[in-house]
């Protein structure tokens, strides 16, 4: 990886002063470090800049926070930091790196190496690595066409192209009074119906650049399924690992693999689930 | 029917920083209006302002300012304020420690805020010239909220955790009357036990200077006759910037808790003059209205009323219209209540204007003496008849109307009672 980029080989006297009075209240390593940068493009200096421009905007009993913490310390859990004081942050880097954030980029950004790391991939131009996402059972409730009590997605956490979801088998689900009576057991169509509703959930939520606009979560469907194999039968107590990896998306078919676990144990797998889906008008 | 007593007061104000200063100079009748650092230049239409003491707000970022080492504030507060906003913090920390509230009694659903302030146009000026310099991502996030009307509501509510009503009033000059008249009646109305009324002005320059060209301002070099109400040779008024604070509470509430108490507010009044954006009715039909109205309310007669702080701003269409007001309402035979605007000595507060002259009505009745219409050398004829107060008189009044008047002709009248005891 570079650490050094190319940049104007000195700044203007002006855009210094102005740069000067923008980290006045940051300590006196910021500045040079931004010099630095600035100056030679040496990317090695960017990490005192974010902290020095983090540190700045904290509360005076969190900065000893930021010192000795080290790098997981959290931005807004730890540091008190909300959204706003973000935004004043990320102003204030993209004035003294010469960059330019966009706001939804941010959202992902946890802790102090993430910020740290995210902004090291802006200045170099290169792609910030993918920062999993965690949704809740609210999460997803206000965005999923399906719904209680046909919802079989209580968590779920997205990765770049794979999606993991929870689903705890409680026992009063309505259709386990049937199947079967007296002995309920979780229906394998149902384990079909809950990783198809995870793959809806992954490509309502996916950023890939083959999906050209919004889609619509009404126009969702199940199209087809291949390769279906179960491997045990849950009860109530059981906790479900779903899991749906995106083999491919071309409008107006979108492709996963499938798969379930339960602990350590394999409960099913389906080759291919694929989804039809449209824009939204 | 709920009775509401004053139990706290907090000044962030150009006669003083606290209760003590305050009470002294308006005794004394020292006011504390200044040649202005800022006008003292070429072009300047105006010479003389009255701002706050012991204060730098000057730079355009919070963190420069200046302001007395007792007040503490998180810097996550002290970034999302214009100036008024500062001094209505201290102001209103002041006030709950002036009335002995701990945190539980100002933080619970039985405690509201009310306030009043027109903005910071010179922070608004100052965000958007950022704005179309830099771009508006590139903006400060708290630039919009610190400095528009709302901006004390905003701020308050969260540093001091308000969980009762909450509301701002913007009604020009009589905002802070409407502010805590409307507090009165959440308490009456057994809706809150305990309002906390604020009022603030930034009083800088930007603030101060659209006035000028509304031809408003006295032109005055001579801070000490700058402002000078029902003078015939008044000018204009003054502005002043800063902050009141008042505490109201249910009266049983009050002395449950053992506060001081320093005295009622009877209640009030307003009505409109329907007359014209800016000027006055030229009869005072308005500000007449709401006195009979605010008497009216609280079931006390003419003779009764002992005092009248007027609205008086020192500028010639708005003492004239009150002076025949006041008239109207009391006669014409000098047996009327003692009559003094306090404007002569801290200046037009604007937005804050009428909590301002409220608090020093309370001082003044607690404190057992009538503040005079100080700087007037020559009576308005307009007043014959009226019994206009030219030194402190060393008596309490009893009942005490305080007078504010806005653009628009929106006219507040406050009662305010001695508190027995």
Known sequence: MPTVVKKEPTLSPEIEADLRESLKRCSPGTMEAVLSYRNTG??????AVVMGIIERFLEPENRPKLKHAGNDVLLVEDLGLDSLLMVEIIILVEETLDISIPNEEMRELRTVN????FIDCKVKGIKPPYKPRHLSVQDIAAFMPHQDPFLFVQEATLYEDECEGLYEIRGDEFFLEGHFKGKPIFPASLMIEALGQLAVLQLLKSKRPEIENLIDPQKVYFASCDGVRCHKVCVPGDSLTLKTKLKRI????????????????KVAFAEDITLAFDYAK | MRKVVVTGLGFITCIGNDQATVSENLRELRHGIELYPPFQKEGMPVKVAAPVKEFNTESKNPEDWNFPSQYKMRLETLRGLAPQGLYAYCALTQAVEDAGLSEEEVS???????TASAGSPGTMYHHLKRMFKVGVMRCS???MVSSIAGTLNFSLVASFKIKGSSAGFVSACASSGHA????????????????LVVGAEDGDIVSILPFAGMRALSPSEDPDKASRPFDKDRDGFVVTGGSVAVILEEEGIAR?????IY???LGWGQASDGHHVVIPHPEGAGVEAAMHNALKAVGVSTEAVDYVNAHAPSTWHGDLAEAIALKNVFGVNNNGPAISSTKALTGHGLSFGSILEASLCIIAINEGFTPGSAHIETTDPVTKGLNILLETREKAPEIVLSNSSGFGGSNVTLVFKKYPG
């Open chain 2, 141 to 143: 996030p708290m630039g």
């Open chain 2, 108 to 114: 619970n659903l039985q405690t509201g805020l009310h």
């Open chain 1, 250 to 265: 071309r409008f107006p078919l979108a492709s996963f693999e499938g798969r379930i676990m339960a602990g350590s144990e």
């Open chain 1, 114 to 117: 993430d910020l740290k790391e």
């Open chain 2, 180 to 195: 805590m008249g409307f507090a009165y009646d959440e308490i009456v109305l057994n809706r809150q036990d305990r309002m």
């Open chain 2, 263 to 265: 005295s009622e507010l």
């Open chain 2, 256 to 260: 449950k808790r053992g506060a001081r």
């Open chain 1, 42 to 47: 040496d990317t090695r200096a960017i990490p």
